[in-house]
Structure formats: C-alpha cells, structure tokens
Nanobody, 116 residues
C-alpha cells in the first residue's frame, strides 16, 4: 500500500535551515507529482510546494517562495524540501503526498519548530 515517511524536522532558530526528506513506497514514484504540505496548530493544512514527476516543474506557496526548494531523486523514491531563512510562522507539521495516488492517505509528518 501507499506509504510516505517524512523525516528531518526539528527545532531551529529563526533564520536557520532544515532539509526535510520523504521516502515513498507502494506506487511508481517516478510517474507522479509530489507535494509538501504543512499544518500549523489551529490552522488548516496548506500546500507548500509541488514538483512534477521528472523534477522539471516546481511550484511554491507565496509564503515560502524564494526560501524553500523542493527536489526529488526518483532513483531513491525520495522527495526533499530544503528550507532556509526560516521564520516562526513556518512552525508546523510537514507532510508529503502524491495527491493523485491516494487522496485519503497522510503519513505521520515531521514537526518543524522555529523558535529562539
């Protein structure tokens, strides 16, 4: 079955950087767009970044544009989110997902906390 295991979160000071990873399985990873989402306490889950199946097409939420970079390694079935210049408002649980594979599936996510 579909599985996505997110990792790489943690506590970081404002202005710092983190690199999130998501190892996916249960589907043909190289054929699908992959998305990163986040959910902050008391807020709805939002789409942060998206990457096409070959990695050539990327899109970002306005709030992270210029600070976050999404990438993928199809040989490793892994998608990444490089986050720089982190702000307290980036604090959230981050999830990855192949939106067209199993709309109802969500992994456990990885917590990112930006605080001094």
């Amino acid at each position: 079955q579909v599985q996505a295991v997110e990792s790489g979160g943690g506590l970081v000071q404002p202005g710092g950087s983190l690199r999130l990873s998501c190892a996916a399985s249960g589907f043909t990873f190289s054929s699908y767009r992959m998305n990163w989402y986040r959910q902050a306490p008391g807020k709805e889950r939002e789409l942060v970044a998206s990457i096409g199946s070959t990695g050539q097409s990327t899109n970002y939420a306005d709030s992270v544009k210029g600070r976050f970079t999404i990438s993928r390694d199809n040989a490793k079935n892994t998608v990444y989110l490089q986050m720089t210049s982190l702000k307290p408002e980036d604090t959230a649980v981050y999830y990855c997902k192949a939106p067209s594979v199993d709309p109802d599936y969500w992994g456990q996510g990885t917590q990112v906390t930006v605080s001094s």
